[in-house]
């Protein structure tokens, strides 16, 4: 089945680059994506990527994804520390597939 | 609206008792989605609609668990005899259609059975 992995935290000094991996299995994977979680708020877009491409820069955000491995890295450059939150990689999957299947987050703690 | 909303936002309810929360989907997307987020089992698909009828009911954990979704818009998701381990967020997204690549998620109803 489908199953998507990430670590579960990941600590940075503000200022730094923080690099996010996550690995998923299903080959037919169609878009990937990265959400925000805030403490006590629902979940924020913050960048997606269509599986033919490799990457994918948005302002402080760059998207990696290596599809013959199956792993995907979200960096945020210049790391300050309203990005801690929780971030989450989503697959959709192809085959007519609807829902997104999500990791379990890794948690981004911010030293000053 | 501008976004998607959901009501109520927590909702403390005794073991037994039904239970319904609803989702406002972002004005003209035809696609909607449950998902519910759990300490144990991480953010899960529960169902998805495309306008009024939900073709992928795959993620309901149970029967006790039933959704619905009138005039293409609103939705309900309704849990019947809420049990202790139906305690979770309980989250909507909508999408512009099926083939949409992005899915925008609601703030979330907390539900706390106690």
């Known amino acids: 089945g489908e199953d998507v992995e990430q670590s579960l935290f990941l600590s940075v000094r503000e200022g730094d680059s923080s690099v996010i991996n996550c690995t998923y299995t299903?080959?037919?994977?169609?878009?990937l994506y990265w959400y925000k979680q805030e403490p006590g708020a629902g979940l924020q877009l913050l960048t997606y990527?269509?599986?033919?491409?490799d990457m994918k820069q948005d302002q402080r955000l760059t998207v990696l994804l290596n599809k013959k491995d199956k792993h995907l890295s979200l960096r945020i450059a210049d790391t300050q520390t309203g990005d801690s939150a929780i971030y989450f990689c989503a697959e959709k999957a192809g085959g007519g597939a609807d829902g997104l299947t999500f990791g379990k987050g890794t948690h981004l703690i911010i030293q000053p | 609206g501008a976004g998607v909303s959901q009501s109520p936002s927590n909702k403390v309810t005794e073991k037994g008792k039904d239970v319904e929360l609803r989702c406002d989907p972002i004005s003209g997307h035809t696609a909607l989605y449950w998902y519910r987020q759990s300490l144990g089992q991480g953010l899960e698909f529960l169902i998805y609609?495309?306008?009024?009828?939900?073709?992928?009911k795959s993620g309901l954990p149970s029967d006790r668990f039933s959704a619905e979704r009138t005039g293409g818009s609103v939705s309900t998701l309704t849990i019947q005899r809420t049990q202790q381990e139906d305690s979770a967020v309980y989250l909507c997204?909508?999408?512009?259609?099926?083939?949409?690549?992005?899915?925008?998620f609601g703030p979330g109803t907390r539900l706390l059975v106690l």
């Open positions: 299903d080959s037919s994977s169609t878009y």
């Open positions: 609609f495309q306008g009024n009828s939900a073709p992928d």
């Open positions: 990527i269509f599986s033919n491409m």
């Open positions: 997204a909508s999408s512009f259609d099926r083939a949409g690549e992005t899915q925008y």
